[in-house]
């Protein structure tokens, strides 16, 4: 079981401390009908286990009473691969079955990139400009 608080770079010094003992990351796009709904910074090895995933499910693992985290079995090919610990809005996001992507290191637009963008023929497109 996975925690996300411990892949996920956005926590408050992992990045410095992941860099630090030479680990890579990956930035992920969460895409539901063709909208971005979230990026998130991830180490790389769990980031490839989400972009490898075929399908996510509520877990029988409950995390403990009150503490707003909800677990996700993450599968492929109807075997869980890893159960990861997280909140609502990430929790939301994976049983709605998002189209997750990497972003690459040299995307143009990448620290730009908000929910609401539309990704449209396998590229995020600027607001305004899909229209």
């Known amino acids: 079981m996975i925690l996300i608080d411990d892949v996920c770079w956005n926590t408050p010094g992992l990045k410095k401390d992941r860099i630090e003992k030479g680990l890579s990351g990956k930035?992920?796009?969460f895409v539901i009908e063709d909208e971005l709904v979230d990026t998130l910074p991830?180490?790389?090895d769990f980031a490839d286990i989400l972009l490898n995933a075929t399908i996510f499910k509520e877990s029988d693992i409950q995390p403990i009473e009150g503490?707003?985290?909800y677990a996700v079995d993450i599968m492929n090919d109807k075997i869980v691969v890893e159960t990861v610990v997280c909140g609502e809005m990430l929790y939301s996001i994976l049983l709605s079955e998002p189209f997750i992507t990497e972003l690459p290191g040299n995307y143009k637009y990448g620290n730009m990139l908000v929910a609401g963008?539309?990704?449209?023929n396998n590229e995020f497109v600027i607001p305004g400009e899909w229209e």
Do not use: G, Q, R, Y
């Not at 963008?117 to 449209?120: H, R, S, V, Y």
């Open 27 to 29: 930035a992920l796009a």
């Open 67 to 69: 503490s707003n985290l």
């Open 42 to 44: 991830l180490d790389a």
């Open 117 to 120: 963008w539309k990704f449209i």
